[in-house]
Nanobody, 119 residues
Framework: QVQLVESGGGLVHAGGSLRLSCVASGTFFSVYHMAWYRQCPGKEREMVASIAVDGTTSYGDSVKGRFTISRDNAKTTLYLQMNSLQPEDTAVYYC?????????????WGQGTQVTVAS
């Protein structure tokens, strides 16, 4: 009934940029908090950036100043603009969203999109 689909991943050289998108589709009342997570090779999943309904954002220390999270509530779409990419940013990036299907609130995850940064 609800699906999160990420796109925009790929291969980029160090210093390059990518923009990830995550579209929430299906039947639901609204999308609340949204976030990007990543799983780097051999490491635990970590939160990259998050954004509340009102636009309040937070970032992991390793991406501050380089990544920008945004959302289009009308399109129920989440974005992550990634600049100055470095090899250590290589990971599978996952979209996470709190979605209201009345009267319940549930967490949903996308399938992930691979970002590979070559040195």
């Amino acid at each position: 009934q609800v699906q999160l689909v990420e796109s925009g991943g790929g291969l980029v050289h160090a210093g390059g940029s990518l923009r990830l998108s995550c579209v929430a589709s299906g039947t639901f009342f609204s999308v609340y908090h949204m976030a990007w997570y990543r799983q780097c090779p051999g490491k635990e999943r970590e939160m990259v950036a998050s954004i509340a309904v009102d636009g309040t954002t937070s970032y992991g220390d390793s991406v501050k100043g380089r990544f920008t999270i945004s959302r289009d509530n009308a399109k129920t779409t989440l974005y992550l603009q990634m600049n100055s990419l470095q090899p250590e940013d290589t990971a599978v990036y996952y979209c996470n969203a709190e979605i209201i299907i009345l009267p319940n609130k549930n967490d949903y995850w996308g399938q992930g999109t691979q970002v590979t940064v070559a040195s």
